[in-house]
């Protein structure tokens, strides 16, 4: 079973900084996307972010570029691999749940069908 597992949310205010992470487990995907998202009350849910396994290609959504940065841990020690987006710069309209996904192939093209639980972000003016 796939899993996904997202931490580091929280509360902060406008201009400071956050991490998420997300580690997957129970996928046999070689090469795969892993993705984050996020929806806040009343709007579409809208991609963040994306990074591809195979070479590391990462893509970001207009509104989050310059201030988000995805990575993906490769040190042989962590297993898991985790993923994180680090965010700079937060601004009150960064509030959102965030959830990252996961799914084959690169990110232009991938379907991502497993989610995590998605976790709350909140920035204050």
């Known amino acids: 079973e796939v899993q996904l597992v997202e931490s580091g949310g929280g509360s902060v205010q406008a201009g400071g900084s956050l991490r998420l992470s997300c580690v997957a487990s129970?996928?046999?995907?070689?090469?795969?996307?892993i993705g984050w998202f996020r929806q806040a009350p009343g709007k579409d849910r809208e991609g963040v972010s994306c990074?591809?396994?195979?070479?590391?290609?990462?893509?970001?959504?207009?509104s989050v570029k310059g201030r988000f940065t995805i990575s993906r841990d490769n040190s042989r020690d962590n297993a898991k691999n985790p993923v994180y987006l680090q965010m700079n710069s937060l601004k009150p309209e960064d509030t959102a749940v965030y959830y990252c996904?996961?799914?084959?192939?690169?990110?232009?093209?991938?379907?991502?069908?497993?989610w995590g639980q998605g976790i709350q972000v909140t920035v204050s003016s």
């Open positions: 996904a996961l799914g084959p192939h690169r990110c232009v093209s991938s379907t991502f069908g497993s």
């Open positions: 129970g996928f046999t995907f070689d090469d795969y996307a």
């Open positions: 990074i591809s396994s195979s070479d590391g290609s990462t893509l970001y959504a207009d």
